[in-house]
């Protein structure tokens, strides 16, 4: 069965410190990798997927087989990523479900 | 994208009775899963469901404790039946519209049972 890892439970930095949030998966196939995030009092929203290759707010993620991590980071922290992470994997198709990592606390302090 | 409502926003039951949550979309999706977040853990998910078929259920969830009815492509409910306080919990709906397609999630059901 597939897992994910979230090694941090809370990763606090300062505003302009780079940050990484780490994300460890266990799959043997080509799995789908999101970052989801929640930020205080709203709903959980995708945030990014491996596929689209984009970067949303400065962050970026790249997945990486060898290694099978999909580590965030962003060059320089602001307050407003203040927020819950989450790492989730899909595997087999469209409307498969996610498997979730405990999340990560991002605490970005002045 | 989809817009998912869901009810009740937060519930306080006694011990031994049951709750329905229920989840409606924007727009008509294939599957619905429902998850559940303890105090402190992350989302595990219960099942999915699937419109006019038996819902399916992950390892642990029993459909005698959790029944799920989807009568139609924008709705769901889920049931959490003969509470106890460790049911006490965020339950969340979620789907996914299309390939390769993010999940979008309810403002999920704070449960607390007492």
Redesign the interface.
Same mark, same amino acid.
């Given at each position: 069965a597939q897992r994910v890892t979230q090694p941090e439970k809370l990763l606090s930095v300062f505003k302009g410190a780079p940050v990484e949030l780490k994300c460890n998966y266990s799959y043997s196939g080509s799995p789908?990798l999101?970052w989801?995030v929640q930020y205080s009092r709203q709903?959980?929203?995708?945030l990014l997927?491996h596929?689209s290759r984009e970067s949303i707010k400065g962050f970026t993620a790249d997945l990486n087989k060898g290694e099978t991590s999909f580590h965030l980071k962003k060059p320089f922290a602001q307050e407003e990523d203040s927020a819950m992470y989450?790492c &989730?994997l899909s595997v087999g198709? =469209? &409307?498969?479900?996610? =498997?979730?990592? =405990?999340?990560t606390r991002l605490q970005v302090t002045l | 994208s989809a817009v998912i409502s869901q009810k009740p926003s937060r519930d306080i039951c006694q011990r031994g009775t049951s709750l329905t949550i229920q989840c409606q979309v924007d727009s008509q999706v $294939?599957?619905m #899963?429902w998850y559940r977040q303890q105090p402190g853990?992350?989302? $595990? *998910?219960i099942a $999915?469901a699937n419109q006019g078929s038996e819902a399916t259920y992950e390892s642990g969830f029993v459909i005698d404790k959790f029944p799920i009815s989807r009568p139609n492509l924008t709705f769901s409910t889920l049931t959490v039946s003969n509470m106890s306080p460790e049911d006490s919990s965020i339950y *969340?709906c979620?789907v996914?519209t299309?390939?390769? $397609?993010?999940?979008f #999630?309810?403002?999920?059901t704070r449960l607390t049972v007492v």
């Open positions: 789908e999101f989801y709903r959980l929203q995708l997927r596929i989450y &989730a198709g =469209t &409307a498969s479900k996610l =498997t979730f990592g =405990t999340g | $294939t599957m #899963f853990q992350s989302l $595990t *998910l $999915t *969340l979620s996914r299309g390939l390769g $397609t993010e999940a #999630f309810g403002q999920g």
